[in-house]
Every structure is written in C-alpha cells, then in structure tokens.
C-alpha cells in the first residue's frame, strides 16, 4: 500500500488576501534549553512555547498600543530621532527601496527569520520588507519586524544599506522590547535566536554575508 501524502501544516495567520497559507515542511521548534543557552540556536514556531522572559526582558504577545493602521504606524514608538547624518539610499535602476531591523540580544545571540516555504529561495535572513505607503525608513523596519518575528523592537542605530535581488535595504540595529516570536505573520515559519558563530551555516544568501560581517565587527568592538 502507498503511503498516503502527508498533508502540509497550516499556518495559524491568513495571509494578506485572507487566504489559508499551507507550509510544505514545518519547522520544528527547539527545547526550552536552548532557549537560555547562549551557544545554542532557539528555534520558535507559529503558536510555539515561549519563556515568560529572555534577558530580563518579557516575552508575551504584542497588545496594548499596537497600531493597527498605516497611519498609526508612521508615528509608531520605537524610531530613534537622535540619528544624524544618514547617507542617502542609492537606488539603482529597478531597485525597490526597504528597510529593515538588526535585533541582537544582551547574551550576543541576534534574531533571525524562516522565510515560509523558502520563500525567494531564502532559508533563513534579517527581518525586513519593502517601504509602504509614506512610511518612514524606520516605521517600516519596526513594522516588517513585528509582521515577521512577532517582537516590538526600538531602533537604537543605523547599521548599514545592503543591495539586494530586488531591493536595497536600510538596515537599523534595534532592541527588543516586547513581542512574542512564537506571534510570527504568515510569512515566516519560524523564528531563530543565533550565536554568531551560526550565522554562516543559517544564511544562505550571499547578501547577508555584510551583516555578518558587520555584527562580528560590533562584537569585538563592544
């Protein structure tokens, strides 16, 4: 008898059209050790356990004063006015202008994303997203941020631009603030928490190599 086909799991938020977003090969969460230990790679799943906090900081779903509007979230808190002298995005031709956030964490691990089903040929990158609306640089990142891992995040600093397949992406380096990983949108699957020593088995596109760099080098700066 032929083994029945399996039948993909089915992610706990609709998509943006309200449709039902089926995820091919679900990924499986990891034990509540890794979930303290700085060497280890926490991997957090649609709806997955959470501790109650990590580093001192709570860990529990995004409610009060979540905006809920495109308007709400161009004045959204977290955006950081004190950063001066910004370079200007250099946009080529074809290129869509984004933004997005880089969160470590006080153990030195960062937070990274399960692109769903490998979306765009990515297993695993930075939270991140095209500009909307007349959203600023640094709402759209806090709000990619959230639509994506789940966490309230604050941006502390600008980090670097990074040209992409499509885009060229300001990236900030933020904290988190609040926020539940396992609050993920549909569009990731899951929701890691990496040493940097991880980083380069995790990211498999080469783009993300100036982040890594970029991290190592604030590492041994701090």
């Known amino acids: 008898m032929m083994n029945a086909t399996p039948i993909p799991a089915v992610h706990p938020k609709r998509n943006e059209h309200g449709a039902t977003v089926s995820i091919r090969a679900p990924s499986s969460a990891s034990g509540e050790a890794t979930w303290f230990a700085r060497t280890a790679v926490a991997v957090f799943t649609p709806g997955s356990s959470v501790p109650s906090a990590l580093n001192d900081v709570a860990v529990a779903p995004w409610v009060d004063g979540r905006p809920q509007s495109e308007l709400a979230w161009a004045s959204v808190s977290g955006q950081c006015g004190g950063i001066v002298g910004l370079p200007a995005l250099k946009l080529r031709a074809g290129k869509k202008a984004a933004s997005g956030v880089i969160v470590p964490e006080a153990d030195g691990r960062v937070w990274l994303v399960g692109p769903t089903n490998?979306?765009?040929?990515?297993?695993?990158?930075?939270?991140?997203?095209?500009?909307?609306?007349?959203?600023?640089?640094?709402?759209?990142?806090?709000?990619?941020?959230?639509?994506?891992?789940?966490?309230?995040?604050?941006?502390?600093?600008?980090?670097?631009?990074?040209?992409?397949?499509?885009?060229?992406?300001?990236?900030?380096?933020?904290?988190?603030?609040?926020?539940?990983?396992a609050d993920m949108g549909w569009e990731s699957q899951a929701v890691l928490l990496a040493p940097l020593s991880a980083l380069d088995a995790l990211l498999n596109r080469p783009e993300d190599q100036a982040i890594i760099a970029f991290l190592r080098e604030r590492a041994g700066r701090v």
């Open 118 to 181: 490998g979306f765009g040929g990515v297993t695993h990158t930075f939270p991140k997203g095209t500009l909307e609306g007349a959203l600023s640089h640094q709402a759209n990142a806090i709000k990619e941020c959230f639509e994506e891992t789940g966490l309230r995040v604050a941006i502390d600093a600008f980090a670097l631009d990074v040209e992409r397949s499509t885009s060229v992406v300001r990236y900030f380096l933020a904290h988190r603030t609040g926020g539940s990983p």
